[in-house]
């Protein structure tokens, strides 16, 4: 039932949102009579010309709308000498929820599953059955926990909630489309915007509802207990699927790098780490329910699942990947078929790791030795350039501009922490220590031997006149050579930057540019583009391509090279930044500025104030 409600609920809301495109159509011709018969008719087409572009933005939303197909996301097919288990549960709780099982199953690289149906006539014929099922929920999960997963998305079949929930798709699609090519300063923008939050509000009202529906087979299904720890592993599952790329994969990646299982290391990370998943999953925090939700939250999901009438199927604690033939094989399949490795190196997980971490460490080493040689003049600086101020008496001084408020004493000491870095980063360069897989924890620094290195003690020796000597022979014997440890990059990247935000058309130096700002320096596009138009370019240009390709293309000022920043007025922003070199840069916001988000003018503010400390 509530699958029709949604189905017709977006169809009266999307025939509500043309109505009100005809009766603004109907206003704007009964204003052009007006305005014509009071003014110029130059005037009257000045004024009407922007809302004759906004209703023509319906149109083609709805166009695109219509003739966009429902296309399968990529994924592995699995077919029944891959997935034998895995097709014979299917079809087994297909048939229990009394419906027709999927034509075909993909793999797919999500902690998430999901159903789609490519149907015909707004729903009224059903079509092609893809079942999705992502990989790390099969590497994750017991098999009575997974069986809840797939009956809770036949549920959905059976709800026939993905039969016509391509009407609710074109209808989200159609408003998206209008809203995005109606400029915001456009007095129609404004209507249809609110008539868009409306319209998303009913129909997530409605998806919510058929989430619950799906859950009573989940729980019929599998039983209660599978169903409920199964919800709440997702959470926690997804939890550590990010923090697996992020700690063990990305940093490599950014670095020209790829590993050769990216999904057989995430079973090792989840053996591995088994304890602390547990843990995220029985301390994840509870969330407010929120009207532009389109699931409801956990807990209120797991309550009513506990409300409903107790069963108890057989529990099965074998582990889900069994349902496949070769869990391993599949995920490298998986690999090729959705990650595009380009030019990068593919290697195995313990070369990964090892490049990867040296590859981190050097970067880290050099924003060191460029701070260095911009305060010594040193043109190619490195680890004997530190070790110089050490000898000389200047370290707490050079060392202030790394911790702030410290005195020049407790700087000096402070940074036996940096100096660690840099002599891990001269014991990998020697050649005498590498960087030791563990999925339990941290890379460890080793010795030729698999012997851990522990350059601590050394490091505190070395930040210290009197006992710089002695670190430099415990070096000397341990075979590290400090003078071969020089700055690689010589000039800072905006590898592994994030982006915080975004202004358009602003001047730098006289001449309008898009400025993206990085959590760790300015990418300036010069020439971008005719104000009016700003946000919306910046939000494509930054959904296509990655920032540090961005910064590759175009001028990019890291915020190390920035001396001093002078702010002459916040709002509008007009400020003089100045560089080491001596060279300024002069920055002034416009009337017809944009931002990517509204607080892009205020964190820019904050990075200067950073700067000047």
Known sequence: MSATYRALASVVMLIGFYVVALLQL?????????????????????????????????????????????????????DERAAPGLWATVRELAASVGTRAPDEIRLVPEVNAAVGEQSRLLGLVG??????????????????????????????????????????YRGRLAIGETIERISPRNPVGWVFKGYA????????????????????????????????????????????????????????????????????GFVELLDARRDEIDALRENAPEREPSRWDTHPPIGVRVAAMTAAA????????????????????????????????????????????????????????????????????????????????????????????????ATRKEAAAAFAGPMETLLDNAAVRSGRARWELSWSG????????????????VAKLAVVPASLDE??????????????????????????????????NIKIDGREHDVLVLDNGLVLIADPGKAGEGEKRLTTLVGSVPVAELAGRHPYLPYEEITSV???REVPLKATLTLFDGRTVQMQELMASEFL????????????RRING
């Not at 319906?58 to 592995?76: C, H, Q, Y």
């Open 26 to 78: 109907a206003a704007v011709i009964a204003l052009g009579v007006w305005l014509f018969g009071h003014t110029t008719g130059l005037i009257t087409g000045k004024l009407l010309l922007p809302l004759v572009v906004a209703l023509g933005a319906v149109g083609v939303g709805m166009w695109k709308a219509i003739r966009t197909k429902s296309e399968p996301a990529p994924g592995l097919v699995l």
């Open 197 to 264: 939050l409306l319209y998303l509000m009913v129909d997530n009202a409605a998806s919510r509802r058929q989430e619950l529906e799906a859950d009573r087979a989940s729980v019929a299904l599998a039983g209660t207990e599978a169903a409920t720890s199964a919800l709440r592993t997702l959470p926690a599952l997804d939890a550590a699927w990010a923090f697996y790329m992020r700690r063990y994969v990305e940093s490599g990646w950014s670095a020209g790098l790829a590993p050769d299982d990216l999904f057989g």
């Open 597 to 608: 988000e509204k607080h892009s003018r205020d964190t820019l503010l904050k990075v200067f």
């Open 310 to 405: 107790p069963t108890t199927a057989g529990a099965d604690d074998r582990p889900a990947r069994t349902l496949l033939a070769d869990v391993g094989g599949a995920g490298r399949q998986l690999q090729a078929l959705v990650v595009a490795h380009g030019s990068r190196r593919v290697l195995p997980w313990p070369e990964f790791v090892a490049e990867s971490v040296a590859a981190d460490v050097q970067r880290q080493a050099d924003g060191i030795y460029r701070a260095a040689g911009r305060f010594t003049g040193t043109p190619t600086p490195g680890l004997s350039t530190v070790l110089d101020l050490v000898r000389s008496g200047r370290l707490g001084e050079f060392a202030e501009g790394f911790f702030d408020g």
């Open 442 to 457: 941290p890379a460890r620094l080793v010795g030729p031997g698999g012997e851990p290195w522990d350059l601590a003690e």
């Open 471 to 504: 670190a430099l022979a415990r070096l000397a014997e341990l075979g590290v050579d400090v003078t071969g440890a020089t700055v690689v990059q010589a000039r800072a990247s905006a590898r592994n930057a994030d982006l915080i935000g975004g202004l358009a």
């Open 566 to 568: 002078e702010v002459r």
């Open 127 to 168: 079509g092609r059955r893809t079942l999705y099922v992502g990989l790390p929920l099969l590497q994750a999960m017991r098999s009575d926990q997974l069986r809840s997963v797939l009956a809770h998305e036949l549920g959905h079949y059976s709800g026939r909630h993905t039969r016509l929930g391509g009407v609710a």
